[in-house]
């Protein structure tokens, strides 16, 4: 990786350490370091809950700055693809289940029923949210604006990522990798470090960080106020 990309992801650690002192000089108590003095808005609520909920699982976050990191994350990828001929290449490459609405089957839907919308109503990191919110509406307007950017805004994204992976894998623009020996998980990463240029990559990267970032404070957040308040 080049030194402009090092220095890339650099700046941006220092800026986000930069950003957690400036704010903890301003706490006054603990309702000002975990829920923000209880006055959050309904959209810093929303995108927030947005954030912690698929940023270390999706590498992607939706704060202040994430719209310009989900738009990097896509617009970088996209342009391994020849501008003129890219949604032919997509179309081509793909099979037609892979661009289907209806390509799924119905043990699947029940399976992530199970699996993922009890998250919502158990989660710690997401009923800190919650807690921040200056009154119950407020509350109830930041889940809605959660919900609707995870679905579908969010669903989609992921799988537009995932299939230009795809399609520059099985394009040759991978060199070294083939369907055999590349994890479908690695996909992502291996198609960012091959295809991007110098300092673009460093940005992108950033972006990574952030997101898993923005899951494991939160998780770290809930649960040291777990042993505050309960100890």
């Not at 032919?88 to 099979?95: G, H, K, P």
């Not at 307007?141 to 609707?148: C, H, P, V």
Request: glycine content about 8%; proline content about 3%; charged content about 15%.
């Amino acid at each position: 990786m080049s030194w402009i990309d090092i220095t890339l992801i650099c700046i941006y650690l220092a800026t986000m350490l930069g950003v957690g002192v400036y704010f903890m000089r301003k706490n006054k108590s603990t309702d000002d370091y975990y829920v923000g003095g209880r006055k959050l808005s309904s959209l810093h609520i929303g995108l927030s809950v947005v954030a912690t909920d698929v940023g270390g699982c999706n590498i992607y976050r939706y704060r202040a700055m994430d719209h310009l990191n989900v738009g990097v994350a896509v617009c970088g990828p996209a342009s391994c693809i020849r501008k003129d001929r890219r949604a032919e290449t997509i179309v081509n490459t793909l099979e037609p289940s892979f661009l289907s609405l209806t390509a799924i089957s119905w043990q699947t839907i029940v399976n992530w029923m199970i699996t993922i919308i009890p998250i919502w109503f158990i989660g710690m990191t997401l009923y800190q949210r919650i807690y921040a919110s200056k009154d119950r509406k407020t509350a109830q307007k930041g889940w809605l604006i959660a919900g609707l950017f995870e679905y579908p805004i969010m669903a989609f994204v992921g799988v537009i990522l995932g299939m230009f992976a795809r399609v520059a894998l099985e394009n040759g623009l991978l060199p070294g990798y083939s369907m055999q020996n590349l994890d479908a998980e690695m996909g992502l990463p291996v198609l960012i470090r091959t295809v991007l240029p110098v300092g673009f990559l460093g940005i992108v990267l950033a972006a990574y960080f952030s997101a898993i970032m923005s899951t494991a404070d939160s998780c770290l957040m809930a649960a040291s106020g777990n042993i505050l308040a309960d100890a």
